[in-house]
């Protein structure tokens, strides 16, 4: 797949298709051919209005075909579209212009007709409309300005790289063998660039596209009938769920569709119950690793894989670890070349002077080549012994207790021990939160003193399925988790939901 080459690709494509399902179920469709038209259109009318060659393009808008046109036209007048977060504030559309140097807004969270260089997603620009405040990027490499953020939530903007985009998507292709009968489901935003490198994708080899958005994408499933699927965790920990009160003696592979051929998760872990679900169902879902600064890092395929691992680095050469254990990358093509609007928190590390992108990710190899993550640098918990842990590895010795359905590892108060916040599988009554509590001291027995769990809270409804536990990319802010646990330890009158673990005689910390 080469950007260049991607317009002449798919122009005269008319069998394959994009479809757009709106948030009150309406559905709308173009052939890749009249996608074409329609980013042809859009980008003449961007010559008109004044953008040219590295000009920024601002987009703020829900996702669909419209977006996609935008972003399309964008690639065919080498404009660069930064494409902000659909939660964006945009309180002064004026101010927002300038202050971002954009030659075109693009947006359906400010009045349309205010500006001359503000326009809806289905809205035409007038004529040589480009504000005096826009700059012109020297595009070279440049592809696309996008944001992201981590398990702090914290946003950063990345400079995202048109070789770097071109290597994901031929890796992918050429590892998941994506074909022309294939069709894609994506309901993430199209902010996220991982939705881009799916249009792309498809766009390149002639597959179907559906876009939905969340609170519709079971029921796009059930009548798009995807081959395959990309999302986070808790997606699939809903389907499950869904499935399981709603499928109607279906299989699960059927409640998806039935065409499912592969799906493959990343972006935070995953329970190993639902991965086992999963595989018992016949229903392949996969573990996959990267990041938006370095692309892909390592990931299962149909016919390598192994539950538990994100699979085998797909560089081997491309990757080293330091001697504890954090992965260092260093490939020709990144995904990224740096960072831009990091709120003065410059590059945090992560990209060194030689090339190479610091993860911030513990992980080791087996014999195998199977890569398991070990944990996020930035959620190692120090304890008041001096011992630091990591807080997935230690929810991984848990995984087994019956009766939890989640349990997620935070420092109690001051630091001096671990904590754990659990949500129970079946009814949240006294019997069944001892029975959890035995359980983990069962665990803490085999394990050393600073490894042990000291005290629990318990909580009705999973952090991962919980708004206000996750970041914009739908991950777990473990900052947030343990300002809960902190809360709920300190809180009169909660005795019943917290309390201590017993430690072994013998093995105090």
Not at 74 to 96: C, Y
Not at 97 to 119: F, K
Not at 486 to 495: E, K, M, R
């Amino acid at each position: 797949m080469r950007i260049a080459e991607l317009t002449d690709r798919y122009r005269r494509n008319t069998s394959a298709a994009v479809v757009e399902i709106d948030a009150r179920g309406g559905r709308r469709r173009l052939t890749h051919s009249e996608l074409y038209a329609l980013a042809r259109s859009r980008a003449d009318q961007l010559h008109a209005a004044g953008v040219a060659a590295g000009h920024l393009i601002g987009i703020r808008a829900a996702g669909g075909l419209d977006w996609i046109s935008w972003d399309l036209a964008a690639v065919m007048t080498g404009a660069v579209l930064k494409a902000f977060p659909d939660d964006t504030p945009i309180e002064d559309a004026e101010e927002f212009v300038a202050r971002h140097a954009l030659a075109l807004l693009i947006t359906d969270h400010a009045p349309a007709g205010a500006l001359p260089y503000v326009i809806g997603p289905a809205d035409v620009p007038g004529e040589k409309v480009v504000p005096a405040t826009a700059s012109q990027e020297d595009p070279g490499d440049l592809h696309s300005l996008v944001y992201s953020s981590g398990t702090s939530g914290r946003l950063k903007g990345l400079r995202v790289s048109a070789k770097g985009t071109e290597y994901v998507i031929n890796r992918f292709v050429e590892s998941f063998a994506v074909t022309a009968e294939d069709r894609h489901l994506i309901f993430l935003p199209l902010s996220n660039y991982q939705q881009r490198l799916s249009l792309y994708c498809c766009l390149w080899t002639g597959a179907d596209l559906v876009l939905a958005p969340f609170q519709r994408v079971f029921p796009a499933i059930a009548e798009e009938r995807p081959t395959f699927l990309i999302g986070p965790p808790v997606f699939y920990d809903t389907a499950l769920q869904l499935h399981r009160k709603t499928g109607g003696g279906a299989s699960l592979g059927d409640f998806l569709g039935g065409r499912i051929r592969f799906s493959i998760t990343g972006m935070a872990p995953i329970r190993r119950e639902t991965l086992g679900a999963f595989a018992a169902a016949g229903v392949r879902l996969l573990e996959a690793y990267g990041m938006t600064e370095s692309g892909m890092i390592a990931w299962n395929t149909e016919q390598d894989h192994r539950i538990g691992s994100v699979g085998k680095l797909i560089d081997p050469q491309a990757v080293t670890f330091l001697p504890d254990g954090e992965l260092i990358i260093r490939r020709p093509a990144p995904l990224s070349t740096g960072y831009f609007d990091t709120g003065g928190d410059a590059a945090d590390g992560t990209y060194r002077a030689d090339g190479s992108i610091v993860t911030g990710d513990y992980g080791r190899l087996d014999a195998d080549g199977f890569l398991t993550l070990v944990g996020r640098k930035k959620d190692v918990i120090a304890l008041g012994s001096g011992r630091k842990v990591h807080p997935a590895e230690i929810e991984g010795f848990f995984a087994g207790v019956d009766g939890i359905a989640e349990l997620i590892v935070v420092p109690t108060p001051q630091s001096q021990r671990l904590g754990a916040i659990v949500t129970p599988s079946g009814p949240d009554a006294p019997e069944a939160r001892e029975r959890i509590r035995q359980g983990i001291e069962q665990v803490n027995r085999s394990l050393d003193a600073h490894q042990r769990i000291a005290s629990v809270v318990f909580s009705a409804q999973p952090l991962r399925a919980d708004p206000r536990f996750m970041t914009a990319n739908l991950k777990l802010s473990r900052g947030r988790a343990a300002d809960f646990f902190a809360d709920a330890v300190a809180a009169p009158g909660t005795a019943p939901d917290h309390g201590p673990v017993a430690t072994p005689r013998g093995r105090q910390a």
